[in-house]
T-cell receptor, first 114, second 111 residues
Framework: DTGVSQNPRHKITKRGQNVTFRCDPISEHNRLYWYRQTLGQGPEFLTYFQNEAQLEKSRLLSDRFSAERPKGSFSTLEIQRTEQGDSAMYLC????????????FGPGTRLTVT | SQQGEEDPQALSIQEGENATMNCSYKTSINNLQWYRQNSGRGLVHLILIRSNEREKHSGRLRVTLDTSKKSSSLLITASRAADTASYFCATPQGGSEKLVFGKGTKLTVNP
């Protein structure tokens, strides 16, 4: 399978715990994006990487959130001290630089904070 | 903030009928894309239309773009129960070309 993969698919955690999600993009894609989607809404941009460099972060990304893409391949999104408001679907997408507007999405990680 | 706004928010039709969804956006664009999302799943890219195109077809999908009205429509012909999903329009913004989505249209196709 050469699509975007995300792990885990589902995560249930208690408020205050830390969680980490992983995204593996399509192998030749230089850009990687993270989005968050709450129920009944469209996805909202969180951050993006070009190769290993994190080039933009949304103001939605509070200090409790951190994302990395250490070798320009897979990426991780960590949420520290989770809150109930963090419950959402976290989506990863990747693209080529020259076709950056055409993004391919993974299946998402659904986070539930109890 | 949301860029596109889809209309209607929900649409219920019978199998075999056509479904039309509309999207309005606010700022100038290079292209506009439509995505499908089955319940609880990731997004599937359906079609991209560039700002210099007025109409594009892909199988049973027909997309139009009117840049003067800042609007687009997605037509699904001869709908099937498997088309039941939420449909989103999205436009790339800024140097990052991050996608800005609307709230989506929830389509239900009844068998």
């Amino acid at each position: 399978d050469t699509g975007v993969s995300q792990n885990p698919r589902h995560k249930i955690t208690k408020r205050g715990q830390n969680v980490t999600f992983r995204c593996d993009p399509i192998s030749e894609h230089n850009r990687l994006y993270w989005y968050r989607q709450t129920l009944g809404q469209g996805p909202e941009f969180l951050t993006y990487f070009q190769n290993e460099a994190q080039l933009e972060k949304s103001r939605l990304l509070s200090d409790r959130f951190s994302a990395e893409r250490p070798k320009g391949s897979f990426s991780t999104l960590e949420i520290q001290r989770t809150e109930q408001g963090d419950s959402a679907m976290y989506l990863c997408a990747s693209s080529l630089i020259r076709r950056a507007g055409e993004q391919y999405f993974g299946p998402g990680t659904r986070l539930t904070v109890t | 903030s949301q860029q596109g706004e889809e209309d209607p928010q929900a649409l219920s039709i019978q199998e075999g009928e056509n479904a039309t969804m509309n999207c309005s956006y606010k700022t100038s664009i290079n292209n506009l894309q439509w995505y499908r999302q089955n319940s609880g799943r990731g997004l599937v890219h359906l079609i991209l239309i560039r700002s210099n195109e007025r109409e594009k077809h892909s199988g049973r999908l027909r997309v139009t773009l009117d840049t003067s009205k800042k609007s687009s429509s997605l037509l699904i012909t001869a709908s099937r129960a498997a088309d039941t999903a939420s449909y989103f329009c999205a436009t790339p913004q800024g140097g990052s070309e991050k996608l800005v989505f609307g709230k989506g249209t929830k389509l239900t196709v009844n068998p």
